[in-house]
């Protein structure tokens, strides 16, 4: 039986909820409302899951949502999608936006453009990132869709023999240089191209309108590519080039370096700073050898969480930094400065003006939107998910939703045991404080790092540690939640307990919850910004050159090509030759 409901609309819940059925007798608004309406008799989540025969009580949220949706708007909520309807699963995402006439304005475009599930997150997004106007989201979401666009080959010799000499002693990202500084500078204003210039030829690539354009240049193309070139050269040989080589790339054992004096997250001999992004293990690598040769700079939050967790001489040496986000850190030559990635508490992106004025970066592993974007020159960018497969097609809001109310069931019937990295763990403490009438129990580890947080903002309840008394009686009871940090494992026999690890490992694009059994879950909080986000990361940064991080991700030459395909960027992988000498 369903509280509230009559046998008839029982039957009615029933037949409409968990089928295929093209015909249902209930829509999806009257199936919100009948859940509504039994949920207010005192039906619980799991009761009506169980009898609607409903995977977990998730998907009730769904359908509660659509009453968020304007009255205006409920008539057209349909279970498929039709070309006067909107399809369950539309009309769920649309429910997100709090402004009735936002809700109208998506509703028109998905009806008029026939907007899927995947296209309506994507404005929705877009909106609450940016805060720009519904209409102007919709058609960035648009212009996204399939194009065919084609593309003029140009390929030319070089004529000089002379020239020729002086570009076979340069490196390829010197010629390209030349090439694109050259063109921009001696010839007429073009519509965008990409080029690449050898030592016998140079090749030309752009759309209709360029290669019309340079089949125009005086004298035609091949002679007057060759004017710039030598143009160019000569004042390269005069010491007012632009084309200084960007000096950015990865070194072997994965040390982010900016310039000839700076590294991120790793050590090489002879750079004077290191610069520590954040405190997960990926990108520790050498901390001992650069406290023993670099000055190492970091953010309050980093510094504090490193006292707490190696409890060593962090806050006694002298050549530990700690920079408060959004401020620089000036020496010599050379300037520093550390803004907010949002990846976890303490993160930072990294930005340093090197000798002559010029500007680089390290993104850190960061999540999107940011409030600040560094704006740089050159630009080493974390690659986690730089494949285009990695497009989540979920919220964020969805996954603390779910997980917030998968511990809330859970922990009614047995202790819930949660593991996950550092900042991921504190965001899900986050969510729960207030939500909890049963303690929450922790290592003296965890307990310090969340005093840490607690310091800079986090809203942390109390942590009950593990090997007190009070901790011992809540064991016995058997309703408390257990925390697990890193390198703190989870019982290998959790039988009487339900494990939710929080992690996107094994998850898929469009779900991110992973049911292992009825008492074992892994769940995809995000922390690091998506494939979609990644490039509009890149996008804000106004970087005209970028490196692929390829030492931590997996995703690099997938990501450099999108760079160049997406925003026309001059893009490569990050080189990494193998070395075994130490400190390279």
């Not at 630009?379 to 285009?388: A, I, M, Q």
């Not at 129990?441 to 986090?458: H, I, N, P, Q, T």
């Not at 090997?467 to 939640?481: F, H, N």
């Not at 992973?514 to 074992?520: A, D």
């Amino acid at each position: 039986m369903i509280s509230g409901l009559s046998p008839e609309a029982q039957s009615d819940l029933i037949l409409s909820v968990g089928t295929r059925r093209a015909r249902r007798r209930l829509s999806p608004i009257e199936v919100a409302q009948a859940i509504e309406t039994s949920l207010a008799s005192g039906s619980t989540s799991q009761e009506l899951a169980s009898v609607l025969h409903l995977e977990d009580p998730s998907m009730l949220m769904r359908f509660r949502r659509l009453l968020k949706l304007s009255p205006e708007i409920r008539h057209l909520v349909d279970w498929g999608q039709g070309q006067s309807c909107l399809s369950f699963t539309v009309a769920s995402q649309i429910a997100r936006l709090v402004s009735s006439k936002e809700q109208q304005e998506v509703t028109d475009a998905a009806l008029k453009h026939g907007l899927g599930k995947v296209e309506t997150i994507q404005i929705i997004q877009i909106r609450e990132r940016s805060g720009r106007p519904i209409a102007e989201c919709v058609q960035d979401v648009l212009r996204m869709r399939p194009q065919i666009e084609r593309r003029h080959i140009l390929i030319g010799a070089i004529t000089s023999e002379k020239l020729r000499i002086a570009l076979r002693q340069m490196t390829q990202q010197e010629r390209n240089q030349l090439l694109k500084s050259a063109v921009t500078s001696y010839g007429p204003a073009l519509p965008p191209w990409e080029g690449r210039l050898g030592a016998e030829r140079f090749t030309l690539v752009g759309s209709d309108a360029f290669g019309a354009a340079v089949q125009r240049l005086p004298g035609g193309f091949e002679d007057a590519i060759n004017a710039y070139l030598e143009e160019g050269m000569s004042q390269r040989r005069g010491g007012v080039s632009n084309m200084t080589p960007v000096l950015i790339d990865v070194s072997a054992h994965g040390a982010i370096m900016l310039g000839d004096k700076v590294t991120c997250d790793g050590f090489v001999f002879g750079f004077p700073y290191r610069v520590q992004t954040h405190i997960h293990e990926d990108h520790m690598e050498s901390f001992n050898s650069s406290k023993g040769y670099q000055d190492i700079l970091m953010s309050e939050a980093t510094k504090e969480l490193l006292i707490a967790e190696l409890d060593a001489d962090i806050g006694y040496r002298t050549n530990i930094h700690a920079i408060p986000l959004g401020s620089r850190y000036r020496s010599e030559d050379t300037e520093v400065e550390l803004l907010s990635s949002g990846h976890m508490v303490g993160s930072a992106q990294v930005a340093v003006t090197i000798s002559g004025g010029m500007k680089v970066g390290y993104s850190g592993d960061f999540n999107w939107p940011l409030e600040q974007v560094m704006e740089v020159e050159a630009l080493v960018v974390d690659s986690t998910y730089g494949s285009p497969n990695s497009r989540r097609e979920y919220s964020p809001e969805d996954v603390c939703d779910r997980f917030v109310d998968l511990v809330l069931e859970k922990v009614k019937t047995c202790p819930v045991l949660i593991k996950a990295h550092p900042g991921t763990l504190q965001r899900a403490l986050e969510l729960l404080n207030g939500k909890l009438a049963c303690p929450i129990l922790a290592s003296r580890r965890l307990a310090a790092e969340a005093e840490v947080y607690r310091r800079f903002g986090y809203s942390i309840g109390t942590l009950i540690i593990i090997d007190s008394t009070e901790a011992q009686l809540a064991m016995k009871e058997g309703r408390y939640i257990r925390l697990y940090g890193k390198r703190e494992i989870p019982p290998s026999d959790p039988s009487g307990n339900t494990v939710i690890v929080l992690s996107a490992y094994m998850t898929s694009p469009n779900e991110p919850l992973l049911e292992f059994s009825e008492r074992s879950y892994r769940i995809a909080m995000p922390s690091h910004a998506d494939f979609e986000g990644t490039l509009e990361y890149v996008k804000a940064t106004k970087a005209t050159e970028v490196v692929t991080d390829n030492s931590r991700g997996g995703h690099a030459i997938e990501l450099a090509v999108a760079l160049k395909r997406h925003l026309g960027i001059e893009a490569r992988p990050s080189s990494q030759a193998f070395s075994r000498v130490w400190g390279v």
